[in-house]
């Protein structure tokens, strides 16, 4: 089975301070990578994907991604949070083409302070 | 917004008593998930369906059954309540037009078992 760690269960940051959410993943296969974000009260909406080409990925909310295959990791980055971006963000990956389920970490709470 | 609802939204429930979650989508996506999300475990996948009538278990399966008679329709039961089953249950579907690469999330079911 797919491990993904979430280095970080915790993230205090003050508003319009940059955050990096860490992720790190054990395969040696090929994998597709996503990050989600969890409001309050909410389901998980979609923030970005890496599934091939760049390694910078954008996605929105001015948030982006960079997948390091050597290091196993996708990090998760914002130069600027706003209070808005208080929230549960969960990193997930799926192995292949032809495995269709995701594997998510524990997640990692971000708590935007003014 | 995916087309993806959830009912019901909330429940209270006692030990030992069958309960039924539906998810419902209006997107024609072939595939479709049951997780549960459980502070520091992430979501974890417990059934899933890669088309009607055809379901298999995730990692943590047991206690639930789950039933696809139609596309639009996923349902998971559990036969017999168990206060361990209190958790926040979501659904997820992917694949259409046979692309499966993103899960997209329903708004959840709470679920609490006395």
């Known amino acids: 089975a797919q491990s993904v760690t979430q280095l970080d269960s915790q993230v205090p940051v003050f508003e319009e301070a940059p955050v990096e959410l860490r992720c790190n993943y054990s395969?040696?296969?090929?994998?597709?990578l996503f990050w989600y974000v969890q409001y309050p009260n909410q389901g998980l909406q979609l923030l970005l994907k890496?599934?091939?080409?760049?390694?910078l990925v954008k996605g929105i909310n001015g948030f982006e991604a960079e997948f390091n295959k050597s290091q196993t990791s996708f990090h998760l980055r914002k130069p600027s949070v706003h209070i808005s971006d208080t929230a549960e963000y969960f990193c997930?990956?799926?192995?292949?083409?032809?495995?269709?389920?995701?594997?998510f970490g524990a997640g990692t709470t971000v708590t935007v302070r003014a | 917004d995916a087309g993806i609802t959830q009912s019901p939204r909330h429940k209270v429930t006692e030990t030992g008593t069958p309960v039924t979650l539906r998810c419902h989508q209006t997107?024609?996506?072939?595939?479709m998930y049951w997780y549960r999300q459980d502070p520091g475990h992430g979501l974890r996948l417990i059934h899933y369906?890669?088309?009607?009538?055809?379901?298999d278990k995730g990692e943590v399966s047991d206690g639930y059954s789950v039933s696809r008679s139609k596309t639009e329709d996923f349902l998971l039961t559990l036969e017999s309540a168990t206060s361990s089953q209190t958790s926040v249950y979501f659904c997820?579907?992917?694949?259409?037009?046979?692309?499966?690469?993103?899960?997209?999330f329903g708004p959840g079911t709470r679920l609490t078992v006395l």
């Open positions: 997107e024609n996506h072939r595939y």
């Open positions: 997930a990956v799926r192995v292949g083409s032809n495995d269709y389920k995701l594997s």
């Open positions: 890496y599934l091939s080409g760049s390694t």
């Open positions: 395969s040696s296969v090929s994998v597709y």
């Open positions: 997820a579907i992917s694949g259409q037009n046979g692309v499966a690469d993103t899960q997209y």
């Open positions: 369906s890669y088309g009607v009538k055809d379901t």
